[in-house]
C-alpha cells in the first residue's frame, strides 16, 4: 500500500511540472508574436511619416514647376531667360560675364 501512494504523489508533480512548462511555452510564443507585431507596426509608423515628408516635398516641387510653367507661357520671359541661363544676345548685344564671389 506505501508503494501505490508514493506513486499517486509523484503523479501530481509530473502534471503540474508539465503544465507548467506548457503554459510556459504557450506564453513566450504568445509574447513573441505580439512583440513582432509591435515591431512591424513601428516600422510602418515610421515609414508613414517619412513617405508623408516625401510626400510634402514632391507637392512644393509640383507647385514650383506649375508656376514655371506658367512663366514659361510668357515670350518675353523665355527670351530673358534664354539671355541669362544660355548666354544668347540678341543683334548688336555684347554678354559680359561677371564671376561671382
Known sequence: MLLSKVKRRVRPKKRAILF??????IIVAVTFSIGRYWVEIIEK??????????????????????VDAKKLQNPDYVARYAREKYLYSKDGEYILQIPEE
Open 20 to 25: 507548467a512548462l506548457s503554459s510556459i511555452l
Open 45 to 66: 509608423y515610421q515609414e508613414k511619416q517619412e513617405l508623408e515628408q516625401e510626400l510634402t516635398a514632391l507637392k512644393e516641387k509640383e507647385e514650383e514647376l506649375q
